[in-house]
């Protein structure tokens, strides 16, 4: 596998990388108070990269880790639900601890004590709750540009959507009215409340995004590559063992090689049998599924074909 890497025609990540940096920098001089979403995932680890590159010096040595001097000019912002996987949380504050930026946090179980969100069990994903915590985080600290890692390619409703994508007062992502983005000129006007997302790798694929981690050595969640993980399976997926995803009695748990291709809230998202240990290998995967991530281990796109839409809709990421 560790053959294959070499022989991908890598040019193309060039351009992609310069479209990313204008975006960034587009942001930055267009809004008064953006963030940077940050959920220590491959893709918001990707975007964090690329704005180390949009706004700071470089002082590592090429083959080496990367590492840069100066300060992002706005702060990180992370929406935890309080069933992240462990190892994404640890990553997360190692990370932040090295590049010494500002993480803003928003906990999805102060909302739960606020009153704005309830559960209709203790067990019930949160992972579509994070669209309240999320606009509370924006309302708070009043930001009018919050930059993800969404792409095209993961889903169809991601895939309609514009790189500048505009919210209203609500929050709200109105499909029918996206703004025209011709010649790389974004119309990035608001009104009092509103605010944008901005998406710097809409136009990669997941293989762009791998490509690119290999070629510049980022650093990832250790559930990234393969380990060791208690499963049971139940309607295609992979199920973790965890506290808040337990087995039934009928369920068979098994210890399996896995990995995970997006990194979510525990109680939907799923690993996928694999034995890829290098970001080599993770590509040469790449070049054969013919299922994106988000269908192949997310459990809350399969409860309808409209489900992305409807939560973007409300405010989703």
Known sequence: MTQTLPDVDHRHLDALEEEAIFILREVAGAFERPGLLFSSGKDSCVVLHLAEKAFKQKTSKPGERPTFSGRLPFPLV???????????????????????????????????????????????????????????????????????????????????????????????????????????????????????????????????????????????????????????????????????????????????DVRFRTVGDMTCTCPVESDAATTADIVAETLQVTVSERGATRMDDRTSEASMERRKKEGYF
């Open 78 to 256: 992370h929406v935890d639900t309080g069933h992240n996987f462990p190892e994404v949380i640890q990553f997360r504050d190692e990370r932040i601890k090295e590049m010494g930026e500002r993480l803003i946090v928003g906990h999805l179980e102060d909302s739960m004590k606020k009153g704005t969100i309830r559960l209709a069990h203790p067990l019930e994903s949160r992972n579509g709750h994070q669209t309240v915590t999320l606009l509370e985080t924006i309302e708070e600290h009043r930001f009018d540009c919050m930059i993800g890692g969404a792409r095209r390619d993961e889903e169809k409703a991601r895939a309609k959507e514009r790189i500048f994508s505009h919210r209203d007062a609500f929050g709200q992502w109105q499909p029918k009215e996206q703004r025209p983005e011709l010649w790389n000129l974004f119309n990035t006007r608001i009104k009092p409340g509103e605010h944008f997302r901005a998406f710097p790798i809409s136009n990669w694929t997941e293989l762009d995004v791998w490509l690119y981690i290999a070629r510049e050595n980022i650093p990832l969640p250790s559930i990234y590559y393969t380990h060791k993980r208690e499963i049971y399976r139940r309607k295609g997926l992979l199920v973790p063992v965890t506290d808040v995803t337990p087995p039934s009695a009928e369920d068979v748990v098994e210890t399996v």
